[in-house]
């Protein structure tokens, strides 16, 4: 729908699965807009969980209710800080480290950032950067691979920022 000419994220859980083998792939995208394409790609897909954070309501207007069990949705108000942003995922955080994923991909877009011109949302590079230690945690105890792609980040300054934060907080 505009934003994505190639799915990387989906299409490299896919490859994972169906030509590498690897069973357990976990997805998360904390992209301000739902990772519609994704859900689309992965659902009812046994080998491959997906996690988004978006807000809603908001384009492209989808993930409310997810269309398989393999799919959860965390909307969050336009507004919703860190604060919130943090409840919605830590237990969710919890499922995936009980899961044990084999690989974690993720849709690492910072347009949630609070000086997003896009978004709504009120997250600061502190919340990137909390996001970041918990994944490279879930990641380290299963042993898992964590690969993120760069996704949405319309504020330049706010960007940078936010990347810098979010891996930094994975070393
Ligand atoms: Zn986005």
Redesign the pocket.
């Given at each position: 729908m505009g934003?994505c000419l190639i799915n990387h994220v989906a299409v490299a859980a896919l490859h994972a699965v169906e030509a590498l083998g690897v069973e357990r792939v976990a997805i998360v995208d904390f992209?301000?807009?739902h990772g519609n394409g994704t859900e689309v790609m992965v659902a009812g897909h046994a080998g491959i969980r997906f996690w988004s954070s978006f807000q809603h309501p908001f384009y492209p207007y989808s993930g409310v209710p997810p269309l398989a069990e393999n799919c959860v949705g965390l909307p969050l108000a336009a507004g919703s800080d860190g604060e919130a942003f943090r409840s919605v995922w830590a237990p969710v955080l919890a499922d995936m480290m009980r899961w044990s994923p084999q690989l974690i991909l993720v849709s690492a877009?910072f347009?949630a950032h609070v000086r997003d011109p896009l978004g709504s949302l009120a997250l600061t590079q502190e919340d990137f950067a909390w996001m970041g230690m918990q994944l490279a945690e879930v990641a380290d105890r299963a042993g898992a691979p964590l690969v993120s792609a760069l996704?949405?980040g319309y504020d330049l300054d706010a960007l940078c920022e936010s990347v810098e934060a979010y891996l930094r907080a994975q070393l």
């Open positions: 934003f992209d301000v807009h877009g347009d996704e949405g």
